[in-house]
Nanobody, 125 residues
Framework: QVQLVESGGGLVQAGGSLKLSCAAS??????????MGWFRQAPGKEREFVAS????????SYKDSVRGRFTISRDNAKSTVYLQMNSLKPEDTAVYYC????????????????WGQGTQVTVSS
């Protein structure tokens, strides 16, 4: 069974920073075979793509509104993906989820195979 566990969320003032982590585990789960993504869901809104990173090349993709402020990275040796969030805005407030997809990266939530439980990020104005 695969587990993705997010951490690092919290309450921060506008302009501040947070770094989210997502640790993956599972007896037969090979982290380096999975593309990883971060998504978020605000109250009353649909889950939306935030960032993704390919398996080994490290090529990344971002939602337009976070590009230049957020950075996704991964450490395959630690089976962990990160999301560094700088210059946070109130509109970034949401529950943030990490997700894993076998082999091929995508920005479509429904195409991911595994999900974490989410971590709350609240940005005050």
């Amino acid at each position: 069974q695969v587990q993705l566990v997010e951490s690092g969320g919290g309450l921060v003032q506008a302009g501040g920073s947070l770094k989210l982590s997502c640790a993956a585990s599972g007896r037969t789960f090979s982290f380096s075979n999975y593309a990883m993504g971060w998504f978020r869901q605000a109250p009353g809104k649909e889950r939306e793509f935030v960032a993704s990173i390919r398996r080994s090349s490290g090529i990344t993709s971002y939602k337009d509104s976070v590009r230049g402020r957020f950075t996704i990275s991964r450490d395959n040796a630690k089976s962990t993906v990160y999301l560094q969030m700088n210059s946070l805005k109130p509109e970034d407030t949401a529950v943030y989820y990490c997700a894993a997809r076998f082999l091929v990266v995508t920005t479509t939530a429904s195409e991911y195979d595994y999900w974490g439980q989410g971590t709350q990020v609240t940005v005050s104005s």
